[in-house]
T-cell receptor, first 112, second 112 residues
Framework: AQTVTQSQPEMSVQEAETVTLSCTYDTSENNYYLFWYKQPPSRQMILVIRQEAYKQQNATENRFSVNFQKAAKSFSLKISDSQLGDTAMYFCAFKGAQKLVFGQGTRLTINP | SQTIHQWPATLVQPVGSPLSLECTVEGTSNPNLYWYRQAAGRGLQLLFYSIGIDQISSEVPQNLSASRPQDRQFILSSKKLLLSDSGFYLC???????????FGQGTRLTVV
């Protein structure tokens, strides 16, 4: 069964700092996708970034980038130049042939 | 364009009463459909997913059930609610392996 683990329940950094959120997963599938979603206080789920398992190049979206280590089954999210609006819950997610499974989330607070 | 509707937004129900939450998707066909529950400040727990109209998989044994009476309609039900069923319920859909999931606005259920 697929599992996603986020080991950091909460993180807090100062505005403009760089922060890295950790995620590990377990699967026996070879073809899958990994995602990071953001959930602000409104509870709306917003896609931050996605990574295809068979692509070695790490995905990047503006200030957001990932460090995908397939052999280690690790998928961390780096937020550069953090902004107050980045304050939210962040969820790592795995999509295999069928299920879309989420981690427990990391509550990130950006302090002014 | 594709949209997802989930209702109601808020629901207060007494213990032992039935439950019916509805989710419909527009603008696509044969979507993968998901029901998640989110306890306060916690992660997204996958409850049910469906890859086709007659294919519903249950992830967590509980007193909830799901049905898919039409291709783009997904219903979460219970015959008798428990206090522990309180939470935030999210419906989501996606297509295929690599597309992001799109979420409804959620239902905040309080069982009293």
């Amino acid at each position: 069964a697929q599992t996603v683990t986020q080991s950091q329940p909460e993180m807090s950094v100062q505005e403009a700092e760089t922060v890295t959120l950790s995620c590990t997963y377990d699967t026996s599938e070879n073809n899958y996708y990994l995602f990071w979603y953001k959930q602000p206080p409104s509870r709306q789920m917003i896609l931050v970034i996605r990574q295809e398992a068979y692509k070695q190049q790490n995905a990047t979206e503006n200030r957001f980038s990932v460090n995908f280590q397939k052999a280690a089954k690790s998928f961390s999210l780096k937020i550069s130049d953090s902004q107050l609006g980045d304050t939210a819950m962040y969820f790592c997610a795995f999509k295999g042939a069928q299920k879309l499974v989420f981690g427990q989330g990391t509550r990130l607070t950006i302090n002014p | 364009s594709q949209t997802i509707h989930q209702w109601p937004a808020t629901l207060v129900q007494p213990v032992g009463s039935p439950l019916s939450l509805e989710c419909t998707v527009e603008g696509t066909s044969n979507p993968n459909l998901y029901w998640y529950r989110q306890a306060a400040g916690r992660g997204l727990q996958l409850l049910f997913y469906s890859i086709g109209i007659d294919q519903i998989s249950s992830e967590v044994p509980q007193n909830l059930s799901a049905s898919r009476p039409q291709d783009r309609q997904f219903i979460l039900s219970s015959k008798k609610l428990l206090l522990s069923d309180s939470g935030f319920y999210l419906c989501a859909w996606n297509r295929g392996l690599n597309t992001e999931a799109f979420f409804g606005q959620g239902t905040r259920l309080t069982v009293v």
